[in-house]
């Protein structure tokens, strides 16, 4: 992969797990590390998107116990849709690409 592409092997993404309630409204929000993350990844279908970087996945009642063990600020309710997805976390601030860039690129880019 290029070097200019800064998400290389999940590189610079965190990983938000996010509940939503019966109104559809956000009602929690967990933010997972890299390593946290390569914990729980076994636990969804991943298909090609083995980094979770292109849209977000819905966590299945029977992931949420072992997602709890390795996330421990992590709370499930009952009645709560739970979705994992990524978002972008350069060490400069900044989103990527940078304007100018243009694609293909290497792979996924990540949301803000």
Avoid at 3 to 8: A, I
Avoid at 35 to 50: A, S, T
Avoid at 95 to 105: A, D, E, N, Q
Wanted: proline residues 12%.
């Amino acid at each position: 992969m290029s070097e200019d592409y800064p998400f290389e092997d999940g590189r610079n993404v965190l990983w938000e797990l996010e509940g939503f309630g019966p109104d559809e409204w956000l009602c929690s929000s967990v933010t997972l590390t890299r390593e946290q993350f390569l914990q729980v990844r076994g636990l969804f279908e991943l298909g090609d998107d083995e980094w979770m970087m292109a849209g977000v996945y819905p966590v299945p009642v029977e992931a949420q116990g072992p997602l709890r063990a390795v996330v421990e600020a992590a709370l499930f309710e009952e009645g709560v849709d739970y979705f994992l997805g990524a978002r972008q976390n350069l060490p400069s601030g900044k989103l990527w690409p940078p304007s100018g860039v243009r694609g293909p690129f290497p792979g996924p880019v990540p949301g803000p």
